[in-house]
């Protein structure tokens, strides 16, 4: 055998490993001199032997497995079969890329696993509501390449109008990011402000033309956990306690909406549960609790109760009886 034939065989080896070796489909070593012959490369079993020890030297991790008695090896993946379908069903619930990114994603991860496993996968088709114009992966790499240095991007931001037609606001902006987060299948950048000394959250598919600075500026004090805890969704601006009394059965979404450790339960009763929540109070919080009236009763704070009360008189003025 030339020297080029018995380089290629611990390479080979690897190769099939990769490709057709799981815990449950371990490859024995008359499999591996298969594979070998089918591409024209005879090897015996000690420099099978060889090659799978020269693995284990580069790093690899290489089980042997011994069942009904027959010795089998298999490669440890980077994923197992429920981590890769987990991660291919989140993809594909994604608003914020195209329907052939995603599909191009699903196909890299599967790739991961071996032959059987991708066999024992179901299909996981992405969502109709992906967008096929939509590619997130250009702005997403600059983005983490100013993260990861900590330096300026400009970048102009739009709105759609109602023929879903961009609309661009007048000024480029000039922010620092610092993360990325994703919220209900949109992905945005975190992004500090020089002019008002803050962070705030921006959609990176309404982010046009950005530009990474060549300069680097101080970082500020960060906290992704908090910041996600405070400006997503009810929570966005400053955080107070509410106590409210609700039904019993709407435990579920209380702590579907709230962080396990912001609320502090104080009375429970046949029908109810009184609780405590830190949250703030916006109009998003308003209409949450509007929705579900007849399933919370606002206790505190009295500034709360009156907004309530301010919103539901212009809704009952607005189509009281004479009016409809």
Not at 113 to 137: G, Y
Not at 208 to 224: G, H, K, Y
Request: net charge neutral.
């Amino acid at each position: 055998m030339t020297n080029g034939k018995t380089v290629m065989i611990p390479l080979l080896i690897e190769k099939y490993l990769r490709l057709y070796s799981d815990p449950d489909h371990p490859l024995s070593i008359m499999e591996m001199q298969r594979l070998l012959e089918e591409t024209g490369r005879k090897a015996d079993r000690r420099t099978i032997y060889a090659s799978l020890e020269a693995l284990k030297e580069n790093g690899e991790t290489i089980h042997t497995i011994r069942r009904n008695r027959k010795t089998g090896y298999y490669m440890e993946k980077d994923f197992s079969l429920e981590e890769i379908f987990l991660l291919c069903s989140g993809l594909s619930d994604s608003t914020a890329l195209s329907i052939t990114a995603i599909t191009h994603l699903q196909e890299k991860l599967k790739g991961l696993l071996s032959s059987d496993q991708q066999n024992q996968m179901p299909p996981v088709t992405p969502f109709v509501t992906a967008q096929e114009s939509i590619d997130l992966l250009p702005s997403i790499h600059l983005l983490l390449e100013a993260i990861a240095s900590t330096r300026p991007i400009t970048f102009r931001y739009f709105d759609l109008d109602c023929r879903r037609q961009k609309v661009y606001r007048k000024n480029t902006y000039r922010m620092v990011p610092y993360a990325i987060a994703s919220q209900n299948g949109k992905y945005y950048c975190i992004l500090y402000s020089f002019t008002h000394q803050d962070f705030g959250n921006y959609r990176i598919d309404k982010m046009d033309e950005i530009t990474v600075e060549q300069e680097t500026v101080p970082s500020v004090p960060f906290n992704l956990a908090d910041h996600m805890r405070t400006s997503f969704q009810m929570y966005h601006g400053h955080s107070q306690t509410i106590t409210c009394r609700f039904a019993k059965s709407f435990a579920g979404y209380v702590y579907d909406h709230f962080a396990t450790k912001d609320i502090i339960i104080s009375h429970v009763d046949d029908t109810t549960f009184t609780a405590s929540l830190r949250t703030a109070i916006t109009p998003t919080l308003i209409s949450w609790i509007m929705q579900f009236h007849d399933r919370i009763e606002v206790l505190e704070p009295k500034q709360l109760k009156q907004q309530l009360f301010i919103q539901a008189k212009q809704i009952y003025d607005q189509y009281q009886e004479e009016n409809i």
